[in-house]
Structures are given as structure tokens and as C-alpha cells.
């Protein structure tokens, strides 16, 4: 199903991919200019997973996130999936998922791993690795087979368009049920991480049970 393009360095795979078809995979040793989301740095040095997925549009691409997620969760097996694209052991994140939607063309599903890699000084108290967390090298070759292996037994139920599946995978995982404070793009939010509805966004209960509906934002545990 994927067709596999491994790189020595890249500026960012997730830029690369654009110019590739659907189910490519672009997959670096190390990148110049890993991007985050919100156009933050992504560091990317040597020893961790780079891989972007060449994809074809859907509505509802933030679902190719949260099998991204789940699929880098069940390859490494350790953690819970913070909403919506992080992996976090400890408070720590070792893991970032980046959905970019290039019209009504295609998407790129890019994964960010910190596997064997160092991670920056600055970064420690909020990063770590799988390395770090298992106190063991660990085989990036297995792990990459690994996440494609479970994301294309994801990507077989969104073709069946079998999202309640998914959610209720992506629920089994994360941290719902923790209180949460959320910086959007509109202000800060504080509650409950209470729930995901059917489109995948996060309902929040403040103190008074109010819901909200948060779309997009920085969630702090
Ligand atoms: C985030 O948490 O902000 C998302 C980070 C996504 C990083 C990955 S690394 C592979 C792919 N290529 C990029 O330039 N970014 C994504």
C-alpha cells in the first residue's frame, strides 16, 4: 500500500511529501527545519522518527491524526495521546503528529518521534524519548515497520468510514477526565477534558458544567 522514500536529511519530510502522490512515505534520518504545529521548530537531529504520509483528502483530516497517534501509540507502547497530537509520558511529550491539508487534493500526515535522538538541553523539562523513558537503544527500522503497520489497519477503518472505532480507540488512550487548561486561538479555557465528539473536537466541563467546544489551542495537563 505505501511506497516508501528514505532520505539521509531533509529540510522538513512534511515539505517534501508535497510533491509526492498518495501513499508515499517520507522518512528522514534528520531535518534542517522540522516544523511543529502553529509554524513552531521541530528539533529533528539524528536517532528519531521523521516520516510524513502522502494522503488523499477527506473532510474530516483531523481523523488522519488521531491515527497517527494511535499508531506511533501502539508501536511504542508507552504513554497516552494528549489532544489532539501529542504523545506524553510523564508530562513529558515524545511524540507530535502535523496534519497539513493541501486543498482538495491531498493531505500530509507527518510524525515526529523522539526516539534514540538527544533532546536539546531547553527542551528537557517538557521533552523526552522513547530511549530515555525505556532506558534501552531502541531499533527505528522495527518501530518505523511498526507504525505503518498499524496505520493501515487505521486507514482501513476510516475507508470504511468506521470513526465511532477510532474515537473509542483515541478515548481508551488519552487523558480525558483530566483537568485541563487550554490556550486557543480566542483565550484560555480551564476545565475537564470531558469528552471527544463525533467530529473529533474536545467538549471541556468547567467547575460549573458548563461544556465548550475547543476546536484548536495547546492543552496543559
Ligand atoms: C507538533 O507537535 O507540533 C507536531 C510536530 C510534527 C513533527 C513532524 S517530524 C516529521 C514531519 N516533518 C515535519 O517537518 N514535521 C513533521
Redesign the pocket.
Known sequence: MFKIIKFKKL?????KARSYNNFSVII?DE?S??????E?R?S?SQG?????IVLPHINKPQFYTFIACLSVLKACKVGKIKWP??LIYKNK?YC???TENLGKDKSIV???VNINNDIPKNLSSKSTSLCNILHKRQDINKLIDNILFNFKKYYKLIEEKNFSKIISDWKNNSFLGSKVKIKTLSGIYYGFANDLDKDGFLIIKDDKCKKAKIKEGDIYI
Open positions: 529540510d522538513s519530510t512534511n515539505k528522514a531535518q527545519k522540522g516544523k511543529g504545529r502553529f513552531r521541530w529533528s528519531g522518527i521523521y516520516m510524513s497530537n501529542d511529550k507530535g503528529i502535523l507527518g510524525m515526529g
